[in-house]
C-alpha cells in the first residue's frame, strides 16, 4: 500500500527549525552585553562559526548522501554555532574556532548519526577538545573596557583574529601581557587564585580589581538569564533543567558557604559568574543530549550543577561547565534506565 | 644489585600468585555453575518457524537448529526470513549474512490447496505432509487442513496427478498489517 | 424532588492537553433528521468482534426494523434494516475503515422514502421490566457502544457483573466533534432514561452521569431532568462536571478525575466496580426499550469548512458518507478530503462511498487549507514533550525508538498496549513524527508476531505427534514380527520335539536293523564254521 493515514490529523505548529531560531534569538541579549563590556570579538567568532559550522554540516551531509538542503534549514548547526562561539575566549585566532566548530559538527554530532544521535554535547566537547589541546590560548579572556580603559576597535579586532596581531603590529599575546598589571582572568579564576593564597572570599570581593572585573560577567549572566527565561514563556525549552542546575549549584554553595564561608565563595558568586546562566538555559537544555525521563532530567540538571560546584573549586580547570556537562552525558542512559515512569494504574 | 632482584623477584611472584588465584576463581566458577545439557539448541529452535519443510537440508526444524547449535550456517531457512536470521544471529552472537543464494524466499506466506475434483486418493501427499495437515485415506477425498499448513510445499512433488495448487495466504481486513510510517510516502486521497 | 447539584470533579489527569474546540457552529444548531438515502450498505461489521452473519437473500424484501445479520460468538452483534427496502447485493463493498479495504456488506434498496417511528412509551414504565428482559433486548436490537468502539453492549454487562456503578460518559472531548453534546441538550430525558434502563439490565446501584465544563447548556438540560426525578431516583444519580482537557472523555481518564484512581494497566474498569457507557448507547437503549426500536440510526456531527450546514445530523447507518455530506450541503469545489472521526483520532476515507456505520461519529468534510498536509518526519531531537503530554503515562520516546527498531519485546515491556492512541504526543512533536502510527504499526507485528508463534507452535506439536505416530507405527511393526519370529521359533521348536521323536524312532528302527544285520551276519559265520 502507499497510502498512509497520518494521525493525527492536526498539529500543534511547533516545529524544529522554530525552535531553533528560538533559541538564537533568545542568544541576542547576553551577544550585546557581551560586545559592550568585551569588543567586537564576539561577533566576529559568531560569524566564523556559523559559517564554518554551515559547510561543514553541509560537505559532511552530502557525504552522507542526505538531503543537504534541507537538513540545513533546521538551524540546528547554527544553534551549535552560536553556543560554541559565545563560550570560547572572544578574541582566539580564527583557525583556532574552525577546527572547534568542525569537530563539534564532524565528529561529535554527525559522525554519531546526525542530529537526534550524539550522546554528547558538540558544543561542549569541542570546547574541551581546545582547551586541552591550546590551554594558554584558550585561557586569554579578553578584560573587559573597564578594566582595560580601551575598546579595541573592530578593524583591530579583525586584524587579531585573523592575522595575529593589531594593525600597528602589536600581538595578541604582547597586548594581553602589556596591560598594567592587572591580570586576564576571569573573575571566577581569579577567587580561585586568590584563595590559593589564603584570602577569604569575602576579602577577594572587597579588592578595588575583583570590582572592576565582575561587572561585565554579572551583566552577562544577566542578559542571559533573561534570554533564558523567554524561551521559557514561549515553551522552547523544558524548564526544569534550569531550575535543576541552579538548584544544585546553588544549593551546594549555600551549604558550603554556610558552613566554611571563609573558604567557599558565596552562592551569588557562583550563580552570576562565569558562564553559569548561558548553561543553564542555553547549554544543558539541549534536548537530544539530556536526560529524557522527568524524574531523569531533575537527576541530570542537579548533577550538572553539583559538578560544575565541584570541579570549580577543587579542580583544575576555572570553569567547569563543559566537564560537568560531558560527565552527565555520559550518564544519561544509565539515568533514564532507572528512572522510567511507573506504568498507568501501577500507583 | 641485590636488593633490586630480590625486589623484582617479590614483584614477579606477587603477580604469579594474583594470576594464579583469578584463574583458580575463574576455573571454579565454571565448574560449578555450569550448565547441564545444551538449552542453546531450545532457544534455536523456538526462533526458527516450525514450517518443517526440509530446504535447510535436514528433516524438520529440530534437526537443524541441533546443527546450527553445532556450528552450521544461520542462513539456511527461507521460511524464517530475514528476520529470523536477525533474531539468531542476536541469540548466537555471530554476524547477520543474507540468505543463502540458492534458496529462495517466498514474497507472501502460502497455504496449498487440493484440487478435489482431481484427487485419485492416493495418500501420498498425507504420507508427505510433515505436520499431518491433510485428511483423508486411501480411494477417499483429500483435503487440507488450512489452519495447519505451514506452506512447505513437500506435498507438491509426490502427487501423481498435480492436482495440489500453492495459493498466498489471504489476509482479511481485519488482520491487516499496519505498514511502517518510515516506509511510507504520505498521500492523501478523496 | 428537590434541586441536584452538581460535583466538579477535583482529581486531574497526567498529560493532556488544551486543543482549539472548533465545535462551533455545528454544536449551535439543534440535531436535524437526516434524509433517507436510496441506498444502504449494511457491512457485517459495524462493531468489535466476530462479523454477523447474513441470514436475508438478495431479492428478499425488507422491512424497518427487520433482522438482517444475526450475532456469531460471544462477542458480535445483530443487524437490521433501517429501511423499508429490497436486498440488492451481498458483496464486499469499500469500508469507512482505516485501511479501506472491502468488507462483506449487504446493500439494500430503499423503496419507501417515508419512516414512520412509533411513540415511546415512558420510560419509568420500561423500567418495571427485569433486568433479564432488558439485557435480552438490548442484545437483540444490535446495541453497540457508540462512543466509537463498538463494543457491543449486552456482551459488555455481561462480562461487569461485578461492577456496581454506572459512568455514562459525556465527556467529549475531541475538537469538531459535538454528539453526545447536543443528544444531552435536545434529548436530556431520554438519555437520563436509557441510562436508568441500563443500570437496571446491569444491576448497578448508582449511576454516575460526567461531562466536561464546556458544555454549559448539556449541563443545564441534564440537571432539568434530575431535577424532574423522584427521590428515590435521585438519589441514585450524580452529574459531575470536569475541566475541559484533551482526552477527558478516554475512560480511564475520565475514570481517574472522577476517582483519583487509576485503572491498572491490562485491566478494565470493571477493576475499579465501574462499568462505562456512552450517552449515544443511552439513548439507543432507550429507543430499544420504549419503542421497541433495534439500533439503526445513530446521531453524527457533519462539519468542516466545506459543510454549508454543519450541525448533527441523526442518520440511518449504512447511509453513505457522499450522501451524508451531500444532505449537510457540501462544496465539492472546495473539498481536499473527509475525516472518518475526529481530526486526532479519525483518519482520511480513501472512498467516499462507504458507509456511516455504528462507530461513526462525525465526518469532518475539510478544505485544504483547514487540515493541511502536516511536513515530512525529521530527526527526533528527544525533547521529551510527548512525554509531558501523554495521559497514559507513557514514555513515547522510547516506545518510538524501539518501534523504529523493530524492538518489538522493548516495546511491550514499555506498556505499548496502553497506549489509547489519543494522538497527542504526534501533535506536539516539534520534528512531525508521526508517533501513533509507529505504535499501531509497532501493536500490529506484536499481535501477528504472537500468532505465528502459537502457528509455529501448534506446528511443532504437528510435527512431532506425526513423528511419534511413525515411531509407534514402526514399533508396532517391529513388535509384531518379533512376534512372528517367535512363533516361528516357537513352532520350530514344537516341531522339534515332534522331529525329535520321528527322529528318534528312526533312530531306533535304523539300529534294530543293524543289530538285526549284525546277529544275522553272526548266524551266517557261525554256519560256515560247522564241518
Given at each position: 500500500m502507499s497510502l498512509v493515514n497520518q494521525v493525527p490529523n492536526?498539529?500543534?505548529?511547533?516545529?524544529?527549525?522554530?525552535?531553533?531560531?528560538?533559541?538564537?534569538?533568545?542568544?541576542?541579549?547576553?551577544?550585546?552585553v557581551l560586545w559592550y563590556f568585551f569588543g567586537w570579538g564576539v561577533f566576529i567568532q559568531l560569524a566564523i562559526a556559523s559559517a564554518a559550522a554551515v559547510a561543514s554540516e553541509a560537505i559532511v551531509l552530502k557525504m552522507r548522501g542526505k538531503d543537504w538542503r534541507r537538513a540545513?534549514?533546521?538551524?540546528?548547526?547554527?544553534?551549535?554555532?552560536?553556543?560554541?562561539?559565545?563560550?570560547?575566549?572572544?578574541?582566539?585566532?580564527?583557525w583556532l574556532t574552525v577546527i572547534g566548530i568542525c569537530f563539534a559538527i564532524i565528529f561529535v554530532k554527525q559522525l554519531y548519526g546526525g542530529l537526534g544521535f550524539n550522546p554528547f554535547n558538540p558544543a561542549m566537547a569541542a570546547y574541551v577538545l581546545l582547551l586541552v589541546s591550546f590551554p594558554v590560548l584558550m585561557s586569554s579572556w579578553v578584560p573587559s573596557f573597564e578594566m582595560w580603559s580601551q575598546r579595541l576597535?573592530?578593524?583591530?579586532?579583525?586584524?587579531?583574529?585573523?592575522?595575529?596581531?593589531?594593525?600597528?603590529?602589536?600581538?595578541?599575546?604582547?597586548?594581553?601581557?602589556?596591560?598594567?598589571?592587572?591580570?586576564?582572568?576571569?573573575?571566577?579564576?581569579?577567587?580561585?587564585?586568590?584563595?590559593?593564597?589564603?584570602?577569604?572570599?569575602?576579602?577577594?570581593?572587597?579588592?578595588?580589581?575583583?570590582?572592576?572585573?565582575?561587572?561585565?560577567?554579572?551583566?552577562?549572566?544577566?542578559?542571559?538569564?533573561?534570554?533564558?527565561?523567554?524561551?521559557?514563556?514561549?515553551?522552547?525549552?523544558?524548564?526544569?533543567?534550569?531550575?535543576?542546575?541552579?538548584?544544585?549549584?546553588?544549593?551546594?554553595?549555600?551549604?558550603?558557604?554556610?558552613?566554611?564561608?571563609?573558604?567557599?565563595?558565596?552562592?551569588?558568586?557562583?550563580?552570576?559568574?562565569?558562564?553559569?546562566?548561558?548553561?543553564?538555559f542555553f547549554i544543558i537544555t539541549d534536548p537530544v543530549t539530556a536526560s529524557t525521563t522527568p524524574k531523569g532530567r531533575w537527576i541530570f540538571g542537579i548533577g550538572v550543577g553539583i559538578l560544575m560546584w565541584v570541579i570549580r573549586t577543587f579542580g583544575s580547570y576555572p570553569d567547569a561547565i563543559a566537564f560537568a556537562i560531558l560527565l552527565m552525558n555520559m550518564a544519561v542512559p544509565t539515568i533514564d534506565f532507572y528512572t522510567r515512569p511507573k506504568a498507568y494504574g501501577e500507583r | 644489585m641485590f636488593e633490586q632482584l630480590i625486589q623484582l623477584l617479590i614483584s614477579l611472584i606477587a603477580i604469579v600468585a594474583v594470576a594464579s588465584a583469578f584463574g583458580a576463581l575463574l576455573g571454579w566458577t565454571a565448574i560449578r555453575f555450569k550448565l547441564n545439557g545444551d538449552p542453546i539448541v531450545e532457544k534455536i529452535d523456538e526462533i526458527l518457524p516450525q514450517t518443517q519443510c526440509g530446504q535447510c537440508g535436514h528433516p524438520g526444524c529440530r534437526p537443524y537448529?541441533?546443527?546450527?547449535?553445532?556450528?552450521?550456517?544461520?542462513?539456511?531457512?527461507?521460511?524464517?526470513?530475514?528476520?529470523?536470521?536477525?533474531?539468531?544471529?542476536?541469540?548466537?552472537?555471530?554476524?547477520?549474512?543474507?540468505?543463502?543464494?540458492?534458496?529462495?524466499?517466498?514474497?507472501?506466506?502460502?497455504?496449498?490447496?487440493?484440487?478435489?475434483?482431481?484427487?485419485?486418493?492416493?495418500?501420498?501427499?498425507?504420507?508427505?505432509?510433515?505436520?499431518?495437515?491433510?485428511?483423508?485415506?486411501?480411494?477417499m477425498m483429500h483435503t487440507v487442513i488450512l489452519d495447519d499448513c505451514t506452506g512447505c510445499d513437500l506435498c507438491i512433488p509426490?502427487?501423481?496427478?498435480?492436482?495440489?495448487?500453492?495459493?498466498?495466504?489471504?489476509?482479511?481486513?481485519?488482520?491487516?498489517?499496519?505498514?511502517?510510517p518510515s516506509d511510507m510516502i504520505p498521500v492523501r486521497m478523496v | 424532588?428537590?434541586?441536584?447539584?452538581?460535583?466538579?470533579?477535583?482529581?486531574?489527569?497526567?498529560?493532556?492537553?488544551?486543543?482549539?474546540?472548533?465545535?462551533?457552529?455545528?454544536?449551535?444548531?439543534?440535531?436535524?433528521?437526516?434524509?433517507?438515502?436510496?441506498?444502504?450498505?449494511?457491512?457485517?461489521?459495524?462493531?468489535?468482534?466476530?462479523?454477523?452473519?447474513?441470514?436475508?437473500?438478495?431479492?428478499?424484501?425488507?422491512?424497518?426494523?427487520?433482522?438482517?445479520?444475526?450475532?456469531?460468538?460471544?462477542?458480535?452483534?445483530?443487524?437490521?434494516?433501517?429501511?423499508?427496502?429490497?436486498?440488492?447485493?451481498?458483496?464486499?463493498?469499500?469500508?469507512?475503515?482505516?485501511?479501506?479495504?472491502?468488507?462483506?456488506?449487504?446493500?439494500?434498496?430503499?423503496?419507501?422514502?417515508?419512516?414512520?417511528?412509533?411513540?415511546?412509551?415512558?420510560w419509568i414504565e420500561a423500567l418495571t421490566e427485569s433486568p433479564e428482559v432488558i439485557a435480552q433486548s438490548i442484545e437483540a436490537a444490535g446495541i453497540v457502544g457508540l462512543g466509537g468502539a463498538g463494543f457491543p453492549t449486552a456482551s459488555k454487562i455481561a462480562a461487569s457483573a461485578n461492577a456496581r456503578k454506572l459512568l455514562i460518559n459525556g465527556a467529549e472531548c475531541e475538537p469538531y466533534i459535538c454528539c453526545d453534546d447536543r443528544t444531552m441538550r435536545d434529548y436530556a430525558e431520554q438519555v437520563i432514561g436509557g441510562a436508568f434502563l441500563l443500570a437496571k439490565a446491569a444491576a448497578c446501584d448508582f449511576i454516575e452521569v460526567a461531562t466536561e465544563d464546556n458544555k454549559p447548556e448539556a449541563i443545564d438540560a441534564i440537571k432539568d431532568v434530575l431535577n424532574t426525578l423522584p427521590e428515590h431516583m435521585q438519589r441514585r444519580i450524580q452529574l459531575y462536571v470536569c475541566p475541559t482537557k484533551y482526552p477527558m472523555g478516554g475512560e480511564r481518564q475520565l475514570l481517574e478525575a472522577i476517582t483519583g484512581q487509576q485503572v491498572p494497566s491490562n485491566t478494565y474498569p470493571v477493576e475499579l466496580g465501574y462499568l462505562v457507557h456512552n450517552i449515544g448507547t443511552a439513548l439507543a437503549v432507550y429507543n430499544c426499550m420504549t419503542r421497541s426500536e433495534p439500533l439503526l440510526s445513530r446521531m453524527v456531527t457533519l462539519t468542516g469548512e466545506a459543510i454549508r450546514r454543519p450541525g448533527v445530523y441523526h442518520l440511518l447507518l449504512g447511509t453513505t458518507v457522499k450522501d451524508a455530506i451531500a444532505m449537510a450541503g457540501v462544496d465539492e469545489t472546495i473539498l481536499a478530503q473527509v475525516i472518518h472521526g475526529g481530526p486526532m483520532m479519525g483518519y482520511p476515507l480513501q472512498?467516499?462511498?462507504?458507509?456511516?456505520?455504528?462507530?461513526?461519529?462525525?465526518?469532518?468534510?475539510?478544505?485544504?487549507?483547514?487540515?493541511?498536509?502536516?511536513?515530512?518526519?525529521?530527526?527526533?531531537?528527544?525533547?521529551?514533550?510527548?512525554?509531558?503530554?501523554?495521559?497514559?503515562?507513557?514514555?513515547?520516546?522510547?516506545?518510538?525508538?524501539?518501534?523504529?527498531?523493530?524492538?518489538?519485546?522493548?516495546?511491550?515491556?514499555?506498556?505499548?498496549?496502553?497506549?489509547?492512541?489519543?494522538?497527542?504526543?504526534?501533535?506536539?512533536?516539534?520534528?512531525?513524527?508521526?508517533?501513533?502510527?509507529?505504535?499501531?504499526?509497532?501493536?500490529?507485528?506484536?499481535?501477528?508476531?504472537?500468532?505465528?508463534?502459537?502457528?509455529?507452535?501448534?506446528?511443532?506439536?504437528?510435527?512431532?505427534?506425526?513423528?511419534?505416530?511413525?515411531?509407534q507405527e514402526r514399533l508396532e511393526k517391529e513388535r509384531i514380527k518379533a512376534e512372528k519370529a517367535k512363533q516361528r521359533a516357537a513352532n520350530k521348536a514344537a516341531n522339534k520335539d515332534k522331529n525329535d521323536a520321528v527322529a528318534a524312532a528312526l533312530a531306533r528302527v535304523k539300529a534294530k536293523k543293524a543289530q538285526t544285520q549284525q546277529s544275522n551276519d553272526a548266524d551266517n559265520t557261525s554256519e560256515d564254521s560247522k564241518p
Open positions: 492536526i498539529h500543534n505548529k511547533q516545529s524544529l527549525s522554530g525552535m531553533m531560531r528560538q533559541v538564537l534569538l533568545a542568544t541576542i541579549p547576553g551577544v550585546l540545513i534549514n533546521d538551524s540546528s548547526a547554527l544553534v551549535t554555532a552560536f553556543l560554541f562561539a559565545i563560550s570560547i575566549p572572544a578574541l582566539v585566532p580564527w576597535s573592530l578593524g583591530d579586532s579583525l586584524h587579531i583574529i585573523f592575522l595575529g596581531s593589531t594593525s600597528s603590529g602589536i600581538s595578541y599575546t604582547e597586548l594581553i601581557n602589556g596591560f598594567d598589571g592587572y591580570s586576564t582572568a576571569t573573575p571566577l579564576d581569579h577567587m580561585r587564585n586568590q584563595l590559593r593564597l589564603e584570602l577569604m572570599p569575602a576579602e577577594i570581593a572587597d579588592t578595588a580589581e575583583f570590582k572592576l572585573m565582575t561587572p561585565a560577567w554579572m551583566w552577562a549572566n544577566v542578559a542571559f538569564l533573561v534570554g533564558g527565561l523567554y524561551l521559557a514563556w514561549r515553551k522552547a525549552l523544558d524548564w526544569h533543567l534550569p531550575l535543576a542546575l541552579l538548584v544544585g549549584l546553588a544549593g551546594t554553595a549555600f551549604v558550603f558557604n554556610l558552613f566554611a564561608p571563609e573558604q567557599y565563595p558565596s552562592m551569588i558568586f557562583h550563580l552570576l559568574s562565569g558562564g553559569t546562566m548561558f548553561a543553564a | 537448529a541441533e546443527a546450527i547449535a553445532k556450528g552450521e550456517e544461520i542462513n539456511k531457512c527461507p521460511p524464517g526470513g530475514e528476520a529470523g536470521i536477525k533474531a539468531l544471529a542476536e541469540l548466537l552472537g555471530r554476524e547477520v549474512i543474507p540468505l543463502n543464494a540458492e534458496l529462495e524466499e517466498k514474497e507472501t506466506e502460502t497455504v496449498v490447496i487440493i484440487r478435489e475434483p482431481d484427487c485419485i486418493g492416493c495418500t501420498k501427499c498425507i504420507q508427505a505432509c510433515p505436520v499431518d495437515a491433510i485428511v483423508g485415506t486411501a480411494k509426490p502427487c501423481p496427478v498435480d492436482c495440489i495448487d500453492v495459493v498466498p495466504l489471504e489476509t482479511a481486513a481485519k488482520d491487516w498489517q499496519v505498514p511502517k | 424532588m428537590n434541586q441536584m447539584n452538581v460535583i466538579n470533579t477535583t482529581h486531574s489527569i497526567h498529560g493532556g492537553l488544551h486543543l482549539d474546540e472548533k465545535k462551533a457552529p455545528a454544536c449551535n444548531v439543534a440535531i436535524q433528521e437526516g434524509e433517507i438515502p436510496d441506498v444502504v450498505v449494511l457491512p457485517l461489521n459495524m462493531h468489535a468482534g466476530r462479523d454477523a452473519v447474513a441470514i436475508v437473500e438478495v431479492g428478499e424484501n425488507l422491512y424497518r426494523g427487520q433482522i438482517i445479520a444475526e450475532a456469531e460468538g460471544q462477542i458480535s452483534a445483530n443487524i437490521h434494516s433501517p429501511v423499508n427496502g429490497k436486498v440488492v447485493a451481498i458483496e464486499p463493498r469499500p469500508m469507512s475503515s482505516r485501511s479501506g479495504l472491502p468488507e462483506m456488506a449487504i446493500v439494500i434498496q430503499t423503496t419507501d422514502t417515508e419512516i414512520v417511528r412509533e411513540t415511546p412509551c415512558d472512498n467516499l462511498d462507504a458507509p456511516v456505520t455504528k462507530i461513526t461519529n462525525c465526518l469532518i468534510a475539510a478544505t485544504a487549507d483547514e487540515i493541511p498536509p502536516l511536513p515530512e518526519e525529521q530527526p527526533c531531537i528527544r525533547c521529551g514533550q510527548c512525554v509531558d503530554v501523554c495521559p497514559a503515562t507513557l514514555l513515547p520516546q522510547q516506545l518510538y525508538w524501539f518501534a523504529r527498531s523493530e524492538e518489538f519485546e522493548k516495546a511491550a515491556s514499555f506498556k505499548i498496549h496502553d497506549c489509547i492512541e489519543c494522538g497527542l504526543c504526534s501533535y506536539v512533536c516539534p520534528s512531525h513524527i508521526p508517533l501513533v502510527d509507529y505504535y499501531r504499526y509497532a501493536k500490529s507485528e506484536i499481535k501477528q508476531l504472537d500468532q505465528a508463534r502459537i502457528k509455529s507452535e501448534r506446528s511443532k506439536v504437528k510435527f512431532d505427534a506425526r513423528n511419534d505416530r511413525l515411531e
